[in-house]
């Protein structure tokens, strides 16, 4: 037997989380058992935790998708040199455990690097490469607006832009998360509390348009970025944290929806422009290869020093609840992360 956090169904989150034993899953050819040493939260977490996050198992469930560990069992004779080796890497769900099962090909050999870092690159890195790519080096000088750019996935998406020589204006909520940036260094801060920031970003551009917009947000900043996006220009819709605002169940998803609104492929068509809807979990069910490639490139570009997490914030696993309520506050910078021992 192992433990785990389990989520269960509670409107409350100090009752959302139960500590409970589990049983030792049987491991399928080509995977690894992995101790768990620390894992990381997403925002998915907390949708999921609010019932809105569609892909989530039914409760009760263990979240998580990002781990450091150890190998301690692997299922494949051509693999067993990965025993005793410390890794990073995903698991589709499972991470807010002492041990998981996960395929070799979502894991990374890390050695002594430390757990924040590693944390840092697997969901975020992932995600914000396999966006960062899509936009070509032949948008060099050309500006590209980044929302929650002091959290895991904005403050790396500023860097990888950066190294392609595109221009970036970093959308933070407070001069707080402007301060956290000061060693990234984006071209531009935009610091806008509120849902609305038009007016601001209008005035940084003066007239000029953005490529690309990095949107986790969803609901009327889809429209917003619509209004400054360039002709050939990509809107990468990677969240839907706005939903979070909403407490009355299919009321709120309603107006989610109506706010996002609703698009003709025509004026797309027109202006060569795309909008990307992005979940990594799905490019891994149908695309192993390519979330392994975005995993190693991120570690790669990481010790090459091309690219610096942000300092993580974390937490021992006894204080998952106040983890969860800061994430879900929107007050946190880089990656939340939490121990199995007394580190956090």
Known sequence: MTEGYFLVKHRKIKHAFSLRSIPIAPIPQGSARIRIEAFGLNFADVMSRRGKYRDAPPFPFVPGYDIVGVVVEVNSPNDQDWLG????????????????????????????MKA???????????????????????????????????????????????????????????IEKARVLEGISPTWVLVAPKE???KELAAILDEEKIIASFN??????????????????????FGGSSLLNGRLGLLSLLKFAKKSGFYSPIPFMMKSQTMVGVNMLKIAEDNPQELAYHLNKCFSMYHQKKIVPLKAQTFHHSQ??????????????????IYWDERG
């Open 116 to 174: 924040e870092d590693a944390l840092s690159l697997c969901t975020a890195g992932v995600t914000a490469s396999f966006m960062v790519d899509q936009v070509s080096e032949l948008n060099q000088g050309k500006i590209a607006l980044v929302h929650a750019a002091a959290g895991g996935v904005g403050s790396i998406i500023l860097q990888l832009l950066a190294i392609k020589g595109i221009k970036t204006v970093a959308k933070v909520s407070s």
């Open 216 to 237: 986790p947000t969803g609901g009327i900043s889809i429209k917003q970025d619509l209004q400054f996006l360039s002709n050939g220009g990509k809107l990468f819709l």
């Open 320 to 337: 998952l609840v106040q983890a969860h309520e800061l994430l879900e506050s929107r007050k946190s910078t880089g990656k939340v992360i």
């Open 85 to 112: 080796k410390r890794v990073a890497g995903f698991c589709r769900f499972g991470a807010y455990a002492q041990s998981v099962v996960t395929p070799l090909n979502a894991l990374v050999e890390i050695g002594e």
């Open 196 to 198: 609305r920031y038009h």
